[in-house]
């Protein structure tokens, strides 16, 4: 039961995210309060032996002799790829090649499930963030006794969905973890609104009305709902929890709704509780509120890259991935936060954004303000240190998605034959000049300042923006006069740095990440995401801030 004797506390703890500095004029005073307050834990305080903790997930004594049996695995399965499919230069062109209906003997599958193990031991930065050795060896053990009452052979089909998923879907909560089309994601937390009631503040709290009659919410009680506990070590979650969302209306009015945000359980509405008071009699009444889950935006296309038009003189930047850009998008993009400058008002249409180059949201953000780039660990603290203790050769086969290998590294792989296993830096320091570029990312103090920026920053979001597109958001929320309008984004960041392979006798393609990022203070992030300023649903949240700008004259300001 949520009670609303301090008000102004309540907006305080609703609120995760936000921005600062809006002008004195043009905005209404009490959006101004919430998102000043907002400020102050933008970025959240940095946890106790922060940089101690995540080294504590990051493998820094790997065992050579295992590491060049792996690697000779995967040269192998390379060469097989090579031979069946031409000869392409990486593993890029031969992921949709896997026959589900050819059939695996139970000594094919034994190796291939040992194989895979081994791999996520030495290669995957999540392995001892979701549990390590104690974890995953019992789970490895129990999917070979499971083996041995299947068939023989078995369908690679069955041998995917019948052994692999249900063994690690209970184990790994990453939503960068994919086995060919199997995903193995982190409990999704959406909002669940009521857009019937639209309430307002008075100098006593929430009021509404009701056929007629104006009347003060005086408790709110969600149902319940379930918060699965996540694996990993992160458990706490920072969500909306009182039970009113502030939002703009279909007339672009900002108030409230009664809403929360949960686990997605996959039902169409949840039931509130709230005792309202009318205003006129001073009688009191309970009465059930029907909250609705508030689905994302339809599949966004991801070309072109980015567009910029006008609607209603108010100038709006799309962009829905960062992915493979060719040279000529990649600047045009990059050149864009120069010439939008000089806008009063921008909306930035990040919904469906799918990711992709994680330096971009940085680089933007810099030419837009001309204040520089946003610091790389402001968001997320993450350790790299593996990929300084595994060979440099493993690399050219975790083919990173968007072929970002620093050039360094570049070089040398370029002057490795793929086809032929190397050793000689198996084991041998790397150069400095290579090390400074692998090493933990953990800020000393949280970054508190926000960049300076005149103009007013409006960014649409929702549940269907991942990766890269939530450093896209994240980094713009660093900015002065920002409005972020919308839904939560998906959570997608506790592993980065994504690479590819494939898996010796079935030839299904694995992808993960070979990089850990946790929030600063260790909270919950992936399932969850990124908060809104105002929740609005995302397919209407254009044409409402379109609205909101009319209302409060802020293209004339």
Same mark, same amino acid.
């Given at each position: 039961?949520?009670?609303?004797?301090?008000?102004?506390?309540?907006?305080?703890? *609703?609120?995760?995210?936000?921005?600062?500095?809006?002008?004195?004029?043009?905005?209404?005073?009490?959006?101004?309060?919430?998102?000043?307050?907002?400020?102050?834990?933008?970025?959240?305080?940095?946890?106790?032996?922060?940089?101690?903790?995540?080294?504590?997930?990051?493998?820094?004594?790997?065992?050579?002799?295992?590491?060049?049996?792996?690697?000779?695995?995967?040269?192998?399965?390379?060469?097989?790829? *090579?031979?069946?499919?031409?000869?392409?230069?990486?593993?890029?062109?031969?992921?949709?090649?896997?026959?589900?209906?050819?059939?695996?003997?139970?000594?094919?599958?034994?190796?291939?499930?040992?194989?895979?193990?081994?791999?996520?031991?030495?290669?995957?930065?999540?392995?001892?963030?979701?549990?390590?050795?104690?974890?995953?060896?019992?789970?490895?053990?129990?999917?070979?006794?499971?083996?041995?009452?299947?068939?023989?052979?078995? $369908?690679?089909?069955?041998?995917?969905?019948?052994?692999?998923?249900?063994?690690?879907?209970?184990?790994?909560?990453?939503?960068?973890?994919?086995? @060919?089309?199997?995903? /193995?994601?982190?409990?999704?937390?959406?909002?669940?609104?009521?857009?019937?009631?639209?309430?307002?503040?008075?100098?006593?709290?929430?009021?509404?009305?009701?056929?007629?009659?104006?009347?003060?919410?005086?408790?709110?009680?969600?149902?319940?709902?379930?918060?699965?506990?996540?694996?990993?070590?992160?458990?706490?979650?920072?969500?909306?929890?009182?039970?009113?969302?502030?939002?703009?209306?279909?007339? +672009?009015?900002?108030?409230?709704?009664?809403?929360?945000?949960?686990?997605?359980?996959?039902?169409?509405?949840?039931?509130?509780?709230?005792?309202?008071?009318?205003?006129?009699?001073?009688?009191?009444?309970?009465?059930?509120?029907?909250?609705?889950?508030?689905?994302?935006?339809?599949?966004?296309?991801?070309?072109?890259?980015?567009?910029?038009?006008?609607?209603?003189?108010?100038?709006?930047?799309?962009?829905?991935?960062?992915?493979?850009?060719?040279?000529?998008?990649?600047?045009?993009?990059?050149?864009?936060?120069?010439?939008?400058?000089?806008?009063?008002?921008?909306?930035?249409?990040?919904?469906? @954004?799918?990711?992709?180059?994680?330096?971009? $949201?940085?680089?933007?953000?810099?030419?837009?303000? +001309?204040?520089?780039?946003?610091?790389?660990?402001?968001?997320?603290?993450?350790?790299?240190?593996?990929?300084?203790?595994?060979?440099?050769?493993?690399?050219?086969?975790?083919?990173?998605?968007?072929?970002?290998?620093?050039?360094?590294?570049?070089?040398?792989?370029?002057? *490795?034959?793929?086809?032929?296993?190397?050793?000689?830096?198996?084991?041998?320091?790397?150069?400095?000049?290579?090390?400074?570029?692998?090493?933990?990312?953990? $800020?000393?103090?949280?970054?508190?300042?926000?960049?300076?920026?005149?103009?007013?920053?409006?960014?649409?979001?929702?549940?269907?923006?991942?990766?890269?597109?939530?450093? /896209?958001?994240?980094?713009?929320?660093?900015?002065?006069?920002?409005?972020?309008?919308?839904?939560?984004?998906?959570?997608?960041?506790?592993?980065?740095?994504?690479?590819?392979?494939?898996?010796?006798?079935?030839?299904?393609?694995?992808?993960?990440?070979?990089?850990?990022?946790?929030?600063?203070?260790?909270?919950?992030?992936? +399932?969850?995401?990124?908060?809104?300023?105002?929740?609005?649903?995302?397919?209407?949240?254009?044409?409402?801030?379109?609205?909101?700008?009319?209302?409060?004259?802020?293209?004339?300001?």
């Amino acid at each position: 039961m949520m009670l609303f004797a301090k008000p102004f506390a309540i907006a305080t703890c *609703m609120f995760l995210f936000a921005m600062a500095g809006f002008p004195e004029t043009g905005l209404p005073v009490e959006l101004r309060q919430i998102t000043d307050r907002n400020r102050e834990i933008t970025f959240p305080p940095l946890y106790p032996d922060l940089e101690d903790i995540i080294n504590s997930f990051v493998k820094l004594n790997l065992d050579m002799n295992e590491h060049v049996r792996i690697f000779e695995i995967l040269r192998r399965t390379r060469i097989l790829h *090579m031979e069946r499919h031409g000869n392409p230069s990486s593993l890029m062109y031969a992921f949709g090649t896997v026959d589900l209906d050819a059939l695996l003997t139970h000594e094919q599958i034994v190796g291939e499930i040992r194989f895979l193990f081994d791999l996520l031991r030495h290669g995957y930065d999540g392995y001892l963030y979701f549990g390590g050795d104690t974890v995953f060896l019992p789970i490895r053990d129990a999917m070979l006794k499971q083996l041995s009452g299947m068939a023989n052979p078995l $369908p690679v089909s069955s041998y995917l969905n019948d052994l692999i998923k249900p063994a690690l879907r209970g184990v790994i909560a990453d939503n960068h973890f994919r086995i @060919h089309n199997v995903t /193995f994601s982190a409990p999704a937390f959406v909002p669940y609104m009521n857009g019937e009631y639209i309430i307002r503040r008075d100098g006593n709290g929430f009021v509404t009305e009701i056929d007629g009659t104006l009347y003060r919410v005086l408790e709110v009680t969600p149902a319940e709902t379930p918060i699965n506990r996540l694996p990993g070590n992160a458990q706490r979650v920072n969500v909306p929890s009182g039970g009113i969302l502030p939002t703009l209306t279909p007339e +672009g009015e900002f108030a409230w709704v009664f809403g929360l945000v949960t686990v997605d359980t996959r039902q169409d509405v949840m039931e509130m509780t709230v005792l309202f008071e009318s205003t006129v009699t001073g009688e009191n009444h309970f009465r059930t509120v029907n909250l609705h889950r508030i689905a994302p935006t339809a599949p966004q296309p991801r070309y072109p890259v980015f567009a910029v038009h006008e609607t209603g003189g108010l100038t709006v930047l799309e962009n829905r991935s960062l992915l493979n850009l060719s040279p000529e998008e990649d600047n045009a993009f990059l050149r864009s936060g120069y010439e939008l400058r000089d806008r009063p008002v921008l909306v930035m249409d990040l919904r469906g @954004h799918i990711g992709g180059n994680i330096g971009h $949201p940085r680089r933007w953000v810099g030419r837009f303000t +001309g204040q520089g780039e946003p610091r790389h660990g402001s968001l997320f603290a993450g350790s790299n240190l593996q990929r300084s203790q595994v060979a440099l050769e493993l690399l050219d086969f975790f083919v990173p998605l968007h072929l970002s290998i620093p050039d360094q590294i570049r070089e040398l792989l370029m002057r *490795m034959d793929p086809r032929f296993v190397r050793t000689e830096y198996l084991g041998s320091p790397l150069p400095e000049h290579l090390r400074s570029r692998l090493t933990t990312s953990v $800020p000393l103090t949280p970054p508190r300042a926000s960049i300076p920026n005149e103009n007013l920053v409006i960014i649409l979001t929702d549940k269907n923006i991942n990766s890269a597109g939530e450093l /896209f958001v994240g980094h713009l929320r660093q900015l002065e006069n920002v409005l972020v309008v919308g839904t939560n984004t998906a959570g997608t960041f506790v592993t980065g740095g994504l690479g590819r392979t494939i898996l010796p006798y079935s030839g299904l393609v694995i992808t993960f990440g070979t990089l850990l990022n946790l929030r600063h203070d260790l909270s919950r992030f992936e +399932g969850v995401g990124f908060m809104p300023d105002l929740w609005v649903p995302p397919g209407e949240s254009l044409e409402r801030v379109l609205r909101f700008i009319e209302r409060h004259g802020l293209l004339q300001k």
